[in-house]
């Protein structure tokens, strides 16, 4: 696979760092060990998810609320990887 570009990093970086710190202290600590690994094809699915409202992100990571279909999987490692900081 194609290696995500150190310039694409930054701008993600810069794209997950939200208004709520909620999400913050999730997106960037997630990007942060998952990014550099993405494929062509999450990455731009990571871009497209971040264009959502923060609302919307925190209640999907929090679970409060089924994402959608477009992003489950993307969630789904978003929560397995929060699941894993907290313990």
């Not at 794209?15 to 062509?40: C, N, T």
């Not at 971040?50 to 969630?75: Q, S």
């Amino acid at each position: 696979g194609r290696i995500v570009t150190e310039q694409e990093l930054k701008k993600l970086q810069w794209a997950s760092r939200r208004g709520m710190l909620e999400l913050d202290v999730v997106l960037l600590p997630y990007l942060e060990q998952k990014g550099a690994d993405f494929s062509s094809s999450e990455l731009a699915q990571y871009q497209q998810f971040l264009e959502e409202t923060d609302p919307d992100l925190y209640a999907w990571i929090m679970g409060f609320e089924t994402p959608k279909d477009e992003y489950a999987e993307l969630v789904g490692s978003i929560k397995q990887f929060v699941e894993q900081q907290i313990k």
